[in-house]
């Protein structure tokens, strides 16, 4: 099932900000789908298909917001790490 999350908001939000309405949309899925992966509510994946990008897209525009591309906690990071090392 989809489901619409819908914000109202005023012309002067698209002016202030010097996007379309269509523009505006796209920044706010984005913008939503980053900070919930950067908070690890999301995988990469999931984001992705929230905001309608491809994965390797999604990472890529990561850097524009100033979010990290790996989200991984450092016990996960060492749990992978020792995983890789000892099997």
Request: charged share 25%; aromatic share 6%; glycine share 12%.
């Amino acid at each position: 099932m989809t489901r619409v999350v819908q914000i109202p908001y005023g012309d002067e939000i698209l002016f202030s900000l010097g996007l379309s309405p269509e523009q505006f949309g796209e920044e706010a899925k984005l913008l939503l789908a980053s900070k919930l992966y950067e908070l690890g509510k999301l995988t990469s994946g999931q984001a992705a298909r929230l905001c309608g990008r491809g994965r390797v897209d999604f990472l890529a525009a990561l850097a524009r917001l100033g979010v990290p591309a790996c989200n991984l906690r450092p016990e996960d990071a060492d749990a992978d790490i020792d995983f890789g090392l000892n099997g």
